[in-house]
């Protein structure tokens, strides 16, 4: 006994799913239309991991030894296979240069966190002020109307 669906119901199937994808993808619009806030060109970088300050040594012995090869790709993969490769006591001098280098950053960050929170406090201060002066304006100005209607 064969039991068959009716048009009826391939079609209610077919726009369940199109009722599904549509909304799946109304969500994703929304997720992108939403903007992050604007970098600051000011903040510091992120300082790179061991392994990229291995391939920042590696590129110029790797372009030395191959001077035809121009494709980023065979230096990072070729990059990869020899950090890969590479003991602990020989990954520990990049290791230690990193280190170094995420001490001065966790610094540069710290002083610029600083100096944005004095920013922002005098950009508070900026805003009260400007809101306290439209307000007795305001007052000046219900002063002197009351003043012209007494007269």
Do not use: I
Not at 24 to 33: E, F, Q
Not at 44 to 67: D, M, N
Not at 75 to 99: H, I, N, Q
Request: proline share 4%; no cysteine; glycine share 4%.
């Amino acid at each position: 006994m064969k039991v068959t669906r009716g048009k009826g119901a391939v079609k209610k199937d077919k726009n369940e799913r199109k009722a599904v994808l549509k909304a799946s993808k109304s969500s994703n619009k929304r997720t992108k239309n939403v903007k992050s806030a604007k970098k600051d060109p000011n903040k510091p970088k992120r300082p790179p991991s061991a392994f990229f300050v291995f391939l920042e040594e590696f590129r110029k012995v790797y372009k030395q030894e191959h001077p035809n090869v121009k494709a980023v790709s065979a230096v990072g993969k070729a990059g990869g296979e020899k950090w890969k490769s590479l003991t602990d006591a020989e990954k520990a001098p990049f290791e230690a240069k990193a280190a170094k280098r995420k001490l001065d950053y966790e610094k540069l960050m710290t002083a610029y966190n600083k100096k944005q929170e004095s920013t922002e406090d005098e950009d508070e201060e900026e805003s009260e002020k400007s809101k306290s002066e439209v307000h007795d304006d305001d007052d000046d100005e219900e002063l002197e109307e009351v003043k012209e209607d007494d007269d």
